[in-house]
């Protein structure tokens, strides 16, 4: 129901933009998040906005260089990623907030498939 993309080889300093195309359902009326998971370690939030686009939040991690978007008409969600450092190397999935706040995977509902992003030195 959510599909994850735009992932893929950026050098260092470069930029990608993420999308999150939901089907099957809308997601207008839903809070939505970006998170990201390396190999081994636990999925981590980067970056969040509400459902009627008022209002985002980012991971200290990520602020000021990624930012967060959302177009109710195209049931899609975005993350423009821009100065793109080795340690945002990860695979980025897209998902339903449950609650504004809790950032916590476990709070989130319909994960998305996510998205290889690498990024060289």
């Known amino acids: 129901q959510l599909q994850a993309s735009g992932g893929g080889l950026v050098q260092a300093g470069g930029s990608l933009r993420l999308s999150c195309v939901a089907s099957?359902?809308?997601?207008?009326?839903?809070?939505m998040g970006w998170f990201r998971q390396v190999q081994g370690k636990e999925r981590e939030f980067v970056a969040a906005?509400?459902?009627?686009?008022?209002?985002?939040y980012y991971a200290d991690s990520v602020k000021g260089r990624f930012t967060i978007s959302k177009d109710n008409a195209k049931n899609t969600a975005y993350l423009q990623m821009n100065n793109l450092k080795p340690e945002d190397a990860a695979v980025y999935y897209c998902?339903?907030?449950?609650?504004?706040?809790?950032?916590?995977?476990?709070?989130?509902?319909?994960w998305g498939q996510g998205t290889l992003v690498t990024v060289s030195s």
């Open positions: 998902g339903a907030v449950r609650a504004w706040g809790n950032w916590s995977p476990m709070a989130i509902d319909y």
């Open positions: 906005i509400t459902w009627n686009d008022r209002t985002t």
């Open positions: 099957g359902r809308t997601f207008s009326r839903r809070h």
